[in-house]
């Protein structure tokens, strides 16, 4: 075997060596003696870039001194009167218009970027690939990210003023370390799905180091520190530590719309959304929509002693989620939250640091394999044997000042891709079939019909993001008796029966 030479001195590994010793975590350093050149330099630099104080003060705050529950929390449904609806006539069109309309004009003064949280990989759906690369079955075989990037440019076409300005939405994609490389890939092997590869900004999700029980890091292998991705609320620290929020304000960007990448019904820079919390000087907005249920296994937004939270649905009891409001027959805990928010650029600059320092890591106690540190065997646990820290996105929520929220049709914006093909629910033929009938419902907004096929039979139609964003421009479909299955790429290569 060729041995490379070692990319650290015997200095820096002794003095890294002396700070996990003294953190109680020098065991992770039992087989760095074994190690070729190669592998050592790894671990190294692993080990290296993990503050291993911060790392056992984030167990020892979460696990071994946890915050006290007061007996707890007072939660209370949000109040009629705290957010705003487009559904029902709860808001009138000429509000809706408002909100729109102010969306437009900062997505067309360039003030506007998206970022997309894409760390997750398609295990669940029987693929290896980024969540982001799945093909739900549409006529036109796009992937999520497809679908999504064609949103951004259509809405980039519609805001591009009369004068030939262009506009431009940055997109910000938030990577995990075993989808980045395929992500980028995707991204690279597609031309960008169109887009100007200038106006995308890939940066990775964090990691934190895997726990014992006892609070001991884990080794994945002898040279290798067992690690798991921060949750989705790291996307603040990682925002900041990759240069993003630095990018932003550089080109001028004032708000941010932030979503999932398994929605596939998504309204990507959504300018009503963004219109509305502008309009109301929010710091952090969400979209939330009505539950299908009361027991519908979402989290809700409500208070929780009287601040922004979002409770799981774990968390409230049966009698509590049944409530009703007592002035309709709606759910009392009825924001169902869809991890589709707003936020200010000053507030991720300015306040998110010094919030970052209060919020708490959450537990999830998981079957971890790792390295026996007496015999030096790899162990595949049958039951959880280590603890993985995260934080959630949401978890900005209680400290946030000035907070926008919106209900909204989920039928229009929220289906996500979450269970196994087959599976009959959040998986990828209901992804489907909402994406197809929303398609039939801007034909038919619009004046045209769409044949009815035989019973048992599903629609393939389908209208490109390319050619509307809402359902907007598609006037000329008027009168037409449309084919069910069809692609509809261009309005001029219309199928009418």
């Given at each position: 075997m060729v041995r490379s030479t070692p990319t650290?001195?015997?200095?820096?590994?002794?003095a890294l060596q002396k700070s996990y010793n003294e953190a109680g975590q020098g065991h992770v350093f039992k087989f760095f003696g074994d190690l070729d050149d190669e592998e050592a330099a790894v671990l190294f630099e692993q080990l290296d870039a993990v503050q291993v104080e911060r790392c056992n003060e984030f167990f020892d705050r979460t696990v071994r001194n946890p915050a006290a529950v007061e007996g707890g929390d007072k939660i209370a449904p949000l109040e009629s009167g705290s957010f705003a609806s487009t559904l029902d006539?709860?808001?009138s069109p000429d509000e809706i218009s408002a909100w729109n309309d102010e969306g437009m004009r900062l997505i067309r003064a360039?003030?506007?970027?998206?970022?997309?949280?894409?760390?997750?990989?398609?295990?669940?759906l029987g693929?290896?690939?980024p969540k982001g690369c799945y093909d739900i079955g549409l006529p036109s075989g796009k992937c999520l990210f497809e679908i999504q990037a064609e949103r951004i440019r259509r809405l980039q076409q519609i805001a591009a003023s009369s004068d030939g300005t262009a506009a431009t939405i940055p997109w910000l994609v938030m990577t995990s370390g075993p989808t980045s490389v395929a992500t980028k890939k995707k991204f690279s092997d597609s031309d960008f799905f169109g887009l100007n590869p200038d106006d995308v900004f890939f940066f990775n999700q964090g990691v934190l180091?895997?726990?014992?029980?006892?609070?001991?890091?884990m080794l994945e292998q002898p040279g290798k520190l067992a690690v798991a991705p921060d949750g989705n609320g790291g996307i603040y620290e990682a925002l900041r530590l990759s240069g993003a929020l630095d990018w932003l304000q550089e080109r001028g960007v004032e708000h941010v719309h932030s979503y999932c990448v398994d929605n596939c019904l998504v309204r990507v820079a959504d300018p009503t959304f963004i219109g509305y919390a502008a309009l109301r000087g929010a710091e952090c907005g969400a979209l939330v929509v009505p539950k299908k249920a009361w027991n519908e296994p979402v989290g809700v937004i409500?208070?929780?002693n009287e601040r922004y939270s979002v409770v799981e649905y774990s968390e409230i009891s049966e009698e509590t989620a049944k409530q009703k409001r007592a002035d309709t027959e709606q759910l009392a805990y009825n924001a169902g939250n869809i991890c589709n928010h707003y936020y200010s650029l000053d507030f991720l600059r300015s306040r998110v640091p010094d919030i970052e320092a209060r919020l708490e890591h959450?537990?999830?106690k998981k079957k971890i394999k790792h390295v026996d540190l007496d015999s030096g065997d790899v162990a595949v646990p049958t039951k959880p044997n280590g603890i993985k820290l995260e934080r959630f996105v949401f978890d900005v929520f209680p400290y946030v000042e000035r907070m926008a929220i919106l209900e909204v049709d989920r039928r229009d914006q929220f289906s996500p891709l979450k269970n196994a093909p087959g599976s009959g629910a959040d998986c990828p033929e209901t992804s489907r079939s909402d994406l197809i009938a929303q398609c039939i419902r801007f034909a038919e907004a619009a004046g045209a019909t769409v044949e009815k096929l035989p019973e048992g039979r599903e629609p393939s139609f389908e209208i490109s993001a390319l050619v509307s964003y809402a359902g907007e421009g598609l006037e000329s479909l008027s009168g037409l008796t449309l084919a069910a299955d069809q692609l509809i790429n261009s309005l001029d290569d219309v199928v009418a029966v």
């Amino acid at each position: 075997m060729v041995r490379s030479t070692p990319t650290f001195t015997a200095e820096r590994l002794a003095a890294l060596q002396k700070s996990y010793n003294e953190a109680g975590q020098g065991h992770v350093f039992k087989f760095f003696g074994d190690l070729d050149d190669e592998e050592a330099a790894v671990l190294f630099e692993q080990l290296d870039a993990v503050q291993v104080e911060r790392c056992n003060e984030f167990f020892d705050r979460t696990v071994r001194n946890p915050a006290a529950v007061e007996g707890g929390d007072k939660i209370a449904p949000l109040e009629s009167g705290s957010f705003a609806s487009t559904l029902d006539g709860s808001s009138s069109p000429d509000e809706i218009s408002a909100w729109n309309d102010e969306g437009m004009r900062l997505i067309r003064a360039n003030k506007v970027a998206v970022i997309l949280l894409a760390g997750g990989q398609g295990t669940r759906l029987g693929s290896s690939e980024p969540k982001g690369c799945y093909d739900i079955g549409l006529p036109s075989g796009k992937c999520l990210f497809e679908i999504q990037a064609e949103r951004i440019r259509r809405l980039q076409q519609i805001a591009a003023s009369s004068d030939g300005t262009a506009a431009t939405i940055p997109w910000l994609v938030m990577t995990s370390g075993p989808t980045s490389v395929a992500t980028k890939k995707k991204f690279s092997d597609s031309d960008f799905f169109g887009l100007n590869p200038d106006d995308v900004f890939f940066f990775n999700q964090g990691v934190l180091p895997c726990f014992d029980l006892d609070g001991k890091f884990m080794l994945e292998q002898p040279g290798k520190l067992a690690v798991a991705p921060d949750g989705n609320g790291g996307i603040y620290e990682a925002l900041r530590l990759s240069g993003a929020l630095d990018w932003l304000q550089e080109r001028g960007v004032e708000h941010v719309h932030s979503y999932c990448v398994d929605n596939c019904l998504v309204r990507v820079a959504d300018p009503t959304f963004i219109g509305y919390a502008a309009l109301r000087g929010a710091e952090c907005g969400a979209l939330v929509v009505p539950k299908k249920a009361w027991n519908e296994p979402v989290g809700v937004i409500c208070l929780r002693n009287e601040r922004y939270s979002v409770v799981e649905y774990s968390e409230i009891s049966e009698e509590t989620a049944k409530q009703k409001r007592a002035d309709t027959e709606q759910l009392a805990y009825n924001a169902g939250n869809i991890c589709n928010h707003y936020y200010s650029l000053d507030f991720l600059r300015s306040r998110v640091p010094d919030i970052e320092a209060r919020l708490e890591h959450h537990i999830a106690k998981k079957k971890i394999k790792h390295v026996d540190l007496d015999s030096g065997d790899v162990a595949v646990p049958t039951k959880p044997n280590g603890i993985k820290l995260e934080r959630f996105v949401f978890d900005v929520f209680p400290y946030v000042e000035r907070m926008a929220i919106l209900e909204v049709d989920r039928r229009d914006q929220f289906s996500p891709l979450k269970n196994a093909p087959g599976s009959g629910a959040d998986c990828p033929e209901t992804s489907r079939s909402d994406l197809i009938a929303q398609c039939i419902r801007f034909a038919e907004a619009a004046g045209a019909t769409v044949e009815k096929l035989p019973e048992g039979r599903e629609p393939s139609f389908e209208i490109s993001a390319l050619v509307s964003y809402a359902g907007e421009g598609l006037e000329s479909l008027s009168g037409l008796t449309l084919a069910a299955d069809q692609l509809i790429n261009s309005l001029d290569d219309v199928v009418a029966v």
